[in-house]
């Protein structure tokens, strides 16, 4: 309520002679400043208080009476949750453990759903939604078990305590659960004689009386029951419990009364007689007296008004009882009534009813219009929007009923209207929404969501406003929506096509085929190659994995860069192997047919020869242009297949497609193709077998004319047949051999079935000492695998083992890459190769002990009958298999044993080699695969050690060779380039012939390539005449030409003095040498002003060509009587000018005065007067020096 002041005559009057008199005092004031100075607060008076404002409780009425209270199913509340009575405060952990738990446990307790966010200030806000029922045991719930529990403790004599626990505990158990708290005694070994109480409120109060009164009936002090009426205890115990405790310290009386919430009229006292018999009269002495002095009266107060009464924790009745002395009874919760006993003395009745109604009316309930479909959005992710009001009201309450268009407010009546007009503002807001759909391809989806969801937080953060929603991926849709005011979602939709349109340009994907073999080099060393690549052509290079069969590289970005990746990558391939590529052309009508259903038809032929790559023009380009890249033999044979396969698509091709299992299909194909290959010879028919892409794995299709293709068909038909007739047989296998077949997993038998149309062979268990195999299958499958395994029987009957001795610092260079080279010979050769274990360093040698009869010890003798040129164990490697195979298999290894040869190298281009920080080295050793040592440089050496496979010596040989005649030509380019030339030039031209800031010797030295030195000033002993030139010896001599033509215009110039009033000097110069720059560069000519202190001070000199001289003289002359002129104008008008303050008086001011200031009064000294500094004239500020071409002007700013 604001406060209104009415202004009559009379006062009118009195303000008027009150600001005369004001006016008149500072008059005085300002004539007698220096002998009476004004006191602070006259000076500087202070501004009036606020008036209190006035309020008048006032019972509601008009619309706020006809408010009816909410009826709906669903309810949503949102209530606070202070940092201090928060039960789990971890932030690390918000949202989840034991509280995110509890929360759960509510939510399925009472059917309501929960949702938590943290406020600024840490506490906890908590939306709740539901019906209504739901919604208050939710609250109830949270309240228990989310809020802090309060605790008290109550001191009893120690030997009290076994009273409280009673009986094996039960007295203690009966009193946690009568009064829902929990009761923590000490131990019998701890001294403290305090008992801790955690519970509600009402509970700590119940208990602690009950254990008082425990302690009371123990003591053996007397205890005395006073009978008091309950309504006349709150008198008794005084506002906030003051005067109980007040008669407790006067008289040392222990007084407990009951607590509200317990329904007991008796007041015991606890003490010494004496002093408990003064307690008890002075309590019955204010009970009579209350007795007979109170009356009552009853008011009507809404019930949902009650809570305001009674304030937090009862703070508002334990306020009104100070205040008043007058006591307020609530009805129960539980009670309908809504009737309100005040109790006091008759006079003090009605401020206590003012302060009632005062208390009811400061909350207030208000409503906002808004459609219930914007209420969610008004609530927020999470309740975000929401917890901003709640956060700087947390007393405001506020309710969203679904179904209707209306948000009720509950609250203080000053919060409830701020939190209105912000919830009005945001509704505005909202109805002013507009929403946008957006079509971005779902494949870009994930790109601009990020791959943990930075970029689209990043979008969200830069359009905050806006609301971006993207399909759920399940669905397929390609419409992204946005919502939010609408010059938002404009500047957001902007933004995001912009971010497409660069994804779209970015995700241009080309596919390079690459033989397998050559993927390695390709990605390079430690990935160098594919790095350097990727960086330089900016672009995203996908290679297959290791394991896989495609020889598919992926390259993605921009269209431009895509095609430069795929040059080099060529590139790499076409450098390493003899590589081809043929043309055919082939009509564009036939391309699809010839490609086949997802490429199988072109894949056949790819596979049969050798892996070959086919590439046929873009669909609708209307080329007929067909590329086969791969080895010259391959690629001739892929042609005329295609060729021919073209060739029968054009005349007459016919098509027939035949079933057969998966496992049959490798059968049928024949080791290395033998078996198809002979029904393609014998039909001319072409056969294509699914391959693991395809999704119908039993498909095969024949190709050609109709009478090949049925003849195909006939024999196709007949070995399938054949393998669909599943027979059981038997053989005789030696058990030596079987744990051959059955070892790491029974890999052997597993590789049989797969090349064998899934045969099944089983062996007899491990200690049987059985010799019988069965084998069941199709018949062919099954006579082919008995075949294969008396084949793997006489390898192993045949098998040998031979050594091969190679030093074991070898050992590891042979095996490569994680074994790579050892496991590739195992499966060329099909032996098995078992390296020694590595020798630990050698013991020092020690002499062998000498007997007293002269023979040397047994260990001696053994020395001596070692033999010295015999091998080392840990050197030798044994190899086993066929004995054929075993030597080609050793040859394989000695291959691998690294060969180390010489190169002569100049030792001057040794670190030249080696490169900075020895890179140039590095990539030598990378590009040719050995390890190149250079001798170190005191050795003065010339000879550079090669050490790798022979196969990569030469290579490496040919490389260094080249690289030392690249480095001995740069060296003979050095010693052309280090010709020297002289220059005699006076030293007065050197300024001249270097330019401002070295803009003419940079040009000379650019232009012509070479290195030019003047020389220093501050060394004596250089002479100060000679130019020093660098470079080609063509060079330096045009250098020289340049210079001495410059020279030849210097010498040409002449000096002319000229005076100027040195009192124009700085404007002809101008700010920062502008002005006088200018003038140079314009006539082409130097000028320069006489230095501070020089004899004449108007002597300006000019110096350049005769006739530039000239003009610049006569320009400087007639800017001189321009500027001339305004200098005397001013001059003249200095003598009408008042003198400086400093020139008026040299006296200080003495300033502003005032008495009784704040600062002049210390621990109570008499006031002082103080005085306030007056500005001091500021001083002349000191002339700065401008310095130009070795002359000097004073300028006087």
């Given at each position: 309520m604001s406060s209104v002041a009415v202004l009559t005559q009379e006062s009118f009057a009195e303000h008027r002679s009150g600001l005369a008199q004001q006016q008149v005092k500072v008059t005085a004031l300002n004539s007698e400043e220096e002998n009476d100075p004004p006191t602070y607060k006259e000076a500087f008076p202070p501004l009036p208080e606020k008036a209190p404002c006035l309020e008048t409780a006032q019972e509601p009425s008009g619309p706020w009476s006809k408010i009816r209270p909410i009826k709906a199913s669903v309810i949503t509340q949102v209530f606070h949750v202070p940092l201090e009575e928060r039960k789990y405060k971890d932030m690390n952990q918000f949202g989840e453990g034991e509280q995110a738990k509890i929360c759960l446990d509510i939510m399925q307790k009472t059917g309501a759903h929960l949702e938590l966010s943290l406020a600024k200030d840490q506490g906890l806000s908590i939306m709740v939604s539901g019906k209504l029922e739901a919604v208050m045991k939710a609250r109830k719930e949270i309240v228990a078990r989310l809020q802090t529990q309060a605790s008290a403790t109550v001191a009893i004599p120690k030997e009290h305590h076994r009273f409280v626990i009673g009986k094996n505990g039960e007295k203690l158990q009966d009193l946690e659960l009568k009064t829902a708290t929990k009761i923590q005694i000490p131990r019998p070994d701890d001294p403290s004689n305090q008992i801790k109480i955690t519970g509600t409120k009402e509970g700590i109060e119940k208990a602690r009386h009950e254990i008082l009164l425990i302690s009371a009936e123990q003591d053996k002090r007397a205890v005395e029951r006073l009978d008091v009426e309950k309504v006349y205890h709150p008198f008794i115990a005084g506002p906030y419990n003051k005067l109980v405790s007040e008669l407790m310290q006067e008289t040392g009386t222990r007084i407990n009364i009951p607590p509200p919430s317990v329904n007991k009229t008796e007041i015991v006292f606890t003490g010494e007689k004496e002093q408990l018999a003064q307690a008890v009269a002075r309590v019955k002495k204010?009970?009579?007296?209350?007795?007979?002095?109170?009356?009552?009266?009853?008011?009507?107060?809404?019930?949902?008004?009650?809570?305001?009464?009674?304030?937090?924790?009862?703070?508002?009745?334990?306020?009104?009882?100070?205040?008043?002395?007058?006591?307020?009874?609530?009805?129960?919760?539980?009670?309908?009534?809504?009737?309100?006993?005040?109790?006091?003395?008759?006079?003090?009745?009605?401020?206590?009813?003012?302060?009632?109604?005062?208390?009811?009316?400061?909350?207030?309930?208000?409503?906002?219009?808004?459609?219930?479909?914007?209420?969610?959005?008004?609530?927020?992710?999470?309740?975000?929007?929401?917890?901003?009001?709640?956060?700087?009201?947390?007393?405001?309450?506020?309710?969203?009923?679904?179904?209707?268009?209306?948000?009720?407010?509950?609250?203080?009546?000053?919060?409830?209207?701020?939190?209105?007009?912000?919830?009005?503002?945001?509704?505005?807001?909202?109805?002013?929404?507009?929403?946008?759909?957006?079509?971005?391809?779902?494949?870009?989806?994930?790109?601009?969501?990020?791959?943990?969801?930075?970029?689209?937080?990043?979008?969200?953060?830069?359009?905050?406003?806006?609301?971006?929603?993207?399909?759920?991926?399940?669905?397929?849709?390609?419409?992204?929506?946005?919502?939010?005011?609408?010059?938002?979602?404009?500047?957001?939709?902007?933004?995001?096509?912009?971010?497409?349109?660069?994804?779209?340009?970015?995700?241009?994907?080309?596919?390079?085929?690459?033989?397998?073999?050559?993927?390695?080099?390709?990605?390079?060393?430690?990935?160098?190659?594919?790095?350097?690549?990727?960086?330089?052509?900016?672009?995203?290079?996908?290679?297959?994995?290791?394991?896989?069969?495609?020889?598919?590289?992926?390259?993605?970005?921009?269209?431009?860069?895509?095609?430069?990746?795929?040059?080099?990558?060529?590139?790499?391939?076409?450098?390493?192997?003899?590589?081809?590529?043929?043309?055919?052309?082939?009509?564009?009508?036939?391309?699809?047919?010839?490609?086949?259903?997802?490429?199988?038809?072109?894949?056949?032929?790819?596979?049969?020869?050798?892996?070959?790559?086919?590439?046929?023009?873009?669909?609708?380009?209307?080329?007929?242009?067909?590329?086969?890249?791969?080895?010259?033999?391959?690629?001739?044979?892929?042609?005329?297949?295609?060729?021919?396969?073209?060739?029968?698509?054009?005349?007459?091709?016919?098509?027939?497609?035949?079933?057969?299992?998966?496992?049959?299909?490798?059968?049928?194909?024949?080791?290395?193709?033998?078996?198809?290959?002979?029904?393609?010879?014998?039909?001319?028919?072409?056969?294509?077998?699914?391959?693991?892409?395809?999704?119908?794995?039993?498909?095969?299709?024949?190709?050609?004319?109709?009478?090949?293709?049925?003849?195909?068909?006939?024999?196709?038909?007949?070995?399938?047949?054949?393998?669909?007739?599943?027979?059981?047989?038997?053989?005789?296998?030696?058990?030596?051999?079987?744990?051959?077949?059955?070892?790491?997993?029974?890999?052997?038998?597993?590789?049989?079935?797969?090349?064998?149309?899934?045969?099944?062979?089983?062996?007899?268990?491990?200690?049987?000492?059985?010799?019988?195999?069965?084998?069941?299958?199709?018949?062919?499958?099954?006579?082919?695998?008995?075949?294969?395994?008396?084949?793997?029987?006489?390898?192993?009957?045949?098998?040998?083992?031979?050594?091969?001795?190679?030093?074991?610092?070898?050992?590891?260079?042979?095996?490569?890459?994680?074994?790579?080279?050892?496991?590739?010979?195992?499966?060329?050769?099909?032996?098995?190769?078992?390296?020694?274990?590595?020798?630990?360093?050698?013991?020092?040698?020690?002499?062998?002990?000498?007997?007293?009869?002269?023979?040397?010890?047994?260990?001696?003798?053994?020395?001596?009958?070692?033999?010295?040129?015999?091998?080392?164990?840990?050197?030798?490697?044994?190899?086993?298999?066929?004995?054929?195979?075993?030597?080609?298999?050793?040859?394989a290894l000695q291959a691998l044993v690294p060969v180390t040869i010489e190169v002569e190298v100049p030792f001057d281009l040794h670190r030249y080699i080696i490169g900075q920080k020895g890179s140039g080295i590095r990539k030598m050793m990378d590009e040719f695969e050995v390890n190149i040592q250079v001798p170190a440089p005191e050795l003065q050496s010339d000879i550079i050690t090669i050490t790798g496979l022979a196969t990569n010596l030469d290579r490496a040989k040919v490389g260094l060779l080249e690289r030392v005649k690249e480095l001995q030509a740069e060296q003979e380019d050095r010693a052309l380039r280090s010709f020297k030339l002289t220059v005699t030039v006076d030293p007065k031209y050197h300024p001249k012939i270097i330019g401002r800031k070295g803009a003419v010797i940079t040009q000379i030295r650019t232009e012509h390539e070479v290195n030019i030195q003047f020389p220093d000033k501050d060394d004596e002993s250089q002479a100060q005449d000679q130019i020093t030139i660098t470079g080609y010896e063509k060079n330096a001599e045009a250098a020289r030409d340049a210079i001495m033509k410059i020279v030849g215009e210097l010498e040409q110039m002449v000096s002319e003095d000229v005076t100027l009033d040195h009192r124009v000097h700085a404007r002809i110069i101008g700010a920062r040498g502008k002005a006088i720059r200018k003038i140079m560069d314009e006539f082409k000519v130097d000028i320069r002003f006489p230095q501070s202190g020089a004899p004449d001070p108007n002597c300006v000199t000019v110096t350049g060509l005769p006739e530039n001289v000239e003009e610049a003289i006569d320009h400087i002359l007639n800017l001189e009587e321009e500027y001339l002129a305004d200098v005397v104008d001013n001059e003249a008008m200095q003598v009408y000018m008042k003198p400086s303050s400093h020139e008026e008086s040299k006296a200080p001011s003495k300033g502003f005065v005032v008495r009784d200031a704040p600062w002049a009064t210390v621990n109570n000294e008499k006031p002082q007067e103080c005085r306030v500094p007056a500005m001091q004239s500021q001083p002349a500020t000191k002339p700065r020096c401008w310095k130009w071409m070795g002359g000097v002007s004073w300028l006087p700013w």
């Open positions: 204010i009970y009579e007296e209350k007795k007979k002095k109170t009356t009552t009266i009853a008011v009507e107060v809404k019930k949902s008004q009650h809570k305001y009464v009674i304030g937090p924790k009862g703070n508002s009745l334990q306020e009104i009882l100070e205040k008043t002395g007058v006591s307020v009874e609530i009805p129960p919760t539980d009670s309908s009534s809504e009737t309100v006993i005040l109790r006091g003395e008759p006079e003090k009745l009605g401020q206590a009813l003012t302060e009632v109604y005062a208390k009811a009316n400061s909350f207030t309930v208000s409503s906002v219009s808004a459609p219930s479909w914007l209420h969610r959005f008004i609530i927020g992710k999470k309740g975000q929007n929401l917890a901003k009001i709640t956060q700087q009201m947390p007393k405001v309450h506020i309710e969203f009923t679904e179904g209707e268009d209306k948000i009720t407010l509950e609250g203080p009546t000053e919060d409830v209207n701020v939190a209105q007009e912000q919830i009005e503002v945001m509704v505005k807001d909202l109805e002013n929404e507009r929403t946008k759909d957006l079509i971005i391809e779902q494949k870009f989806h994930r790109t601009i969501i990020g791959q943990k969801g930075e970029r689209i937080r990043e979008i969200r953060e830069k359009f905050p406003e806006v609301i971006i929603n993207f399909p759920d991926p399940a669905h397929k849709s390609d419409i992204v929506q946005l919502r939010g005011p609408k010059n938002e979602v404009e500047k957001c939709t902007k933004y995001m096509q912009k971010m497409v349109a660069d994804l779209v340009e970015n995700s241009f994907s080309i596919s390079v085929p690459i033989f397998k073999q050559f993927h390695k080099n390709i990605i390079g060393k430690g990935g160098a190659n594919i790095k350097k690549i990727r960086e330089e052509s900016n672009t995203k290079i996908d290679l297959p994995a290791e394991n896989s069969n495609s020889e598919t590289i992926v390259i993605t970005g921009k269209r431009a860069n895509c095609e430069a990746a795929r040059h080099r990558i060529l590139a790499i391939q076409k450098e390493l192997a003899n590589i081809t590529e043929v043309e055919v052309s082939i009509p564009s009508k036939l391309h699809n047919s010839l490609i086949g259903t997802k490429g199988r038809f072109i894949r056949s032929i790819m596979e049969e020869c050798g892996g070959v790559h086919i590439h046929f023009p873009t669909e609708g380009s209307g080329s007929d242009t067909v590329t086969i890249r791969g080895p010259a033999q391959d690629v001739e044979k892929a042609k005329k297949q295609l060729l021919h396969l073209a060739e029968e698509k054009q005349t007459k091709s016919y098509t027939v497609d035949l079933r057969a299992k998966p496992e049959y299909h490798k059968f049928l194909i024949g080791k290395g193709g033998g078996n198809i290959r002979k029904v393609r010879d014998n039909t001319g028919a072409r056969i294509i077998f699914p391959t693991s892409e395809d999704k119908d794995q039993e498909l095969i299709t024949i190709m050609g004319t109709e009478e090949a293709v049925k003849e195909a068909q006939k024999e196709l038909e007949a070995l399938i047949k054949n393998l669909d007739n599943v027979v059981e047989d038997s053989m005789v296998v030696d058990p030596k051999h079987h744990r051959h077949f059955v070892i790491r997993r029974g890999q052997v038998l597993r590789e049989i079935a797969d090349e064998y149309g899934g045969v099944m062979v089983s062996f007899p268990r491990s200690g049987t000492q059985s010799d019988k195999v069965t084998l069941k299958g199709a018949k062919d499958c099954v006579e082919a695998a008995k075949k294969r395994i008396q084949e793997i029987i006489e390898d192993l009957e045949a098998q040998v083992t031979i050594e091969c001795t190679i030093p074991q610092k070898f050992h590891r260079s042979i095996m490569g890459p994680k074994g790579s080279r050892i496991q590739q010979i195992t499966r060329d050769y099909g032996v098995q190769i078992k390296f020694p274990d590595r020798e630990e360093t050698p013991a020092p040698v020690v002499e062998p002990a000498v007997q007293e009869n002269g023979e040397e010890s047994g260990e001696g003798k053994e020395g001596k009958d070692t033999d010295p040129s015999s091998p080392k164990k840990c050197d030798i490697i044994i190899i086993s298999g066929r004995r054929e195979k075993c030597e080609a298999a050793k040859e």
